[in-house]
């Protein structure tokens, strides 16, 4: 921290004016108060000892002023606005002059004033006494005639407080304003009524001063017991509000304490900034040390907090006497740099850091090693106040984690919390929400994945029972049935009814849409969210989903560039009343390369959003996966494909569909018994489903996920290895889940044709599946080559766009009816299946 006073120098290109005014004040002040001070001469032997007294007080009052907890230095209080006003009421405007000027200049040196600063405040304080020397002047006469007050002697003395007051704010208000130019207005603003309480209270002690005098001048010294009281109760009231700022295990600083002084530092800084200082940078560093908990289980609490005693010391020596170091709670350090001229400097600083924990600490003959992730924020380029830095510091810590690395900074696209990505999951949150409706108060059947309307006599909600409605024979009942029915299904509807008001209020006021939408009654927050989550579409960041977008602005499709369905335009549709767009399934044909037969499909999510067009896949499950939004997801995209299976079943099309959960669905078990129930109520056999599970989901919690996988499996669900061969293949997850088939990764799949060793681990998995007894799927399957390179290797089913590409549920029977399948023997010289679209006829 700075020990001097920032206000000492004057901005750039503000000098002229403002020291302009400090001279005019100044000439006033010395033409108003000269010839007073000339005939003070005169007066000094007649001058009683009550006026000494009071003299010496100010003088010696000010060589201290009182610093209130919590305030700038700044922001000091004078007692020697009490004498000398005293002194003015009681022997005028000459002698209270001369002793304001000799406590001004005793407490700007103590404070380390410039001497142009220490001139104005003489200048100031000696036009407001003129000014409030002139209000007595218009009184009856001599103030406490007679020894005793009257009420027109209580008239005066409050208009000559009141000038004081006025003309010595106006004129500081007045030098701050040409000094910050527009940033005045804040400061004098917040400060008008701490002035008003503090120099207020010492001006109305004044009148009380000049009676006493009058009595005795023995009297005088006994304010100064109040004062001293006021004094003392304010200094115990700062060390216990020190004390509330201090860590009581490392005796750092603690959040409170890092709060108050990362907002001091950033007015500091702005004021820097606004003079063109180079050392205009503030950063907040964000250390989380790792694997502390291990220690803590291991060892015991005790040795857990001596370690983080030996970690607050090597903080304190690693950094510099200006930077504070404060500790927020548990294993969590910051660390607060300031005058900094760029971000290489904070790198430095955090480099130190690492550093100083690379050492391993000894403690009871065990040494042990000590790392962390720093997280670096900027100020101003990455925020500009406490609650922006912190965040973004600790958005840039769990990046450093994320990357095993020890610092990072702070990057906008590593923030997967920005107001655009809350704005984004409330809109899923109201295109889910909005999908069944209800109006009129009839039900209206559930939209199917080709946006068809579900039969009456089909559910409204497969997770939802009708009234008096048992779950069908032979299938599994929802998780509300049973003995705690009653428990369950209050549990159900508190946690359907948990919804982000907050964040729904902040969208709703910085979102001109959604305030439209909120007046026309139909604003977001509608309906109550629902807790979960669920993971869909693998093929998150591939070509389809540009090629999709691509697709629907060259046919119009609604919620992109270009004509909607009812002939507006996209920019039109923005306008329409905050609608969250809508949500579809895509389903991917997936074809047997020995016979070229379509046996199956794979589910897509596709979201079109009336402002941004077709949201990317991997956006929208990035959004949604961490949030409350996840468990409506899993039930509409369950409740679409099983619908759809059971449509395609009616109009005689027998094909499987796989869709992919997440890792929560697994954990939590539900995901058996929904399926299980969307099942029965549709008619769809079980052998219809299958469900694809990532690498990544078993080694999250393999007792949980194998205990829902293998529930699954007891229901007759086929059970799918997504993303196979991408950093957690096990030959233990072929031998002990219950697999029907693997995917082959699209990574490795494109590059196939081009690079022999992703050929030759296409072979590998391929053959270790095939002798495990499992199918093997290829995906990102794009060109003739790599069909007739997997047909080679023994592959069992391909999928990509050498194929078809996802298309709605309605194109894809129209797909299926020109489709003729082709086998890779009979396409030697006939160029392959053809393009989507066109069919061949078959051998």
Known sequence: METGDPRNSVPPGRSGPFFGFVAAIGAVALLVSAGPLVALADRLTELPAAFWTMAVLAVACDARPFVPPGRRQTSAVFPSTCFTFAILLGWGFGPAVAVQAVAVAVSGWRLGYAPWRTGFNAAQYACALAAAYAVTRLGPGELFGGGRLHWTDVAAVGGATLAWFVVNYGLVSSAVRLRFGDRWWPSVRSGLAYELLSTGSLLLLAPVLVAAARASAALIPLVLVPLFAVYRMARLSEEREQLADVDPLTGLPNRKALLTEVAEQVHLHGERAARGAPDAHLALLLLDLDRFKHVNDALGHAVGDRLLVEVSARLMGAVDGGDMVARLGGDEFAIVVPRLTDIDQARERADRVVAALAEPVPLDGLPLDVGGAIGIALYPDHGEDFATLMRHADVAMYDAKHRNDTVAVYAPESDHNSAERLSLLADLRRVLESGPSAQGGETVGVRGGDGAALTPALPVRADRPARNQRPARGGRGRSGDGPNRWLRRRRDRAEERHDDDLIEQILTRADPIRRRAARAGAGPGAGPLMVGDAEFAPETADADVTQDAEAAVSTGAPGVIGPTADGSTAAEADD?????????????????????????????????????????????????????????????????????????????????????????????????????????????????????????????????????????????????????????????????????????????????????????????????????GLRVVAEGVEDERTWRLLHAAGCDVAQGWFHARPMPAEDLVAWLSRYRPVRPAEAVGRGGPAPEGESKASS
């Open 576 to 772: 329409q009343a905050g609608h969250p767009g809508e949500i579809t399934m895509y389903y991917q044909p997936q074809i047997a390369i020995a016979t070229g037969e379509v046996v199956g499909v794979e589910a897509l999510l596709r979201w079109r959003h009336p402002r941004r067009g077709m949201v990317d896949p991997g956006e929208l499950i990035q959004v949604a996966e961490q949030s409350a939004v996840m468990r409506l997801l899993t039930r509409r995209v369950v409740d679409d494909v099983v619908e759809q299976l059971a449509k395609w079943s009616a109009a005689g099309l027998t094909l499987r569909a796989a869709l992919n959960v997440s890792v929560r669905d697994l954990h939590t078990g539900e995901i058996a018994d929904q399926i299980a129930d969307r099942l029965t109520r549709y008619g769809v056999p079980p052998e219809r489903l299958q469900v694809e599970i990532t690498e990544g989901a078993l080694m999250a919690d393999p007792r949980r996920v194998l205990a829902s996988i293998t529930q699954l499996h007891r229901i007759g669900v086929g059970i799918a290895l997504d993303d196979f061969g991408t950093g957690y293949s096990s030959l233990q997850h072929l031998r002990r889940l219950p697999l029907s088939e693997v995917k082959v990764d699209r990574s490795f799949v494109l590059g196939m044709a081009e690079d022999p060793d992703d050929a030759a681990i296409v072979r590998s998995m391929i053959e270790l599946a095939g002798a495990l």
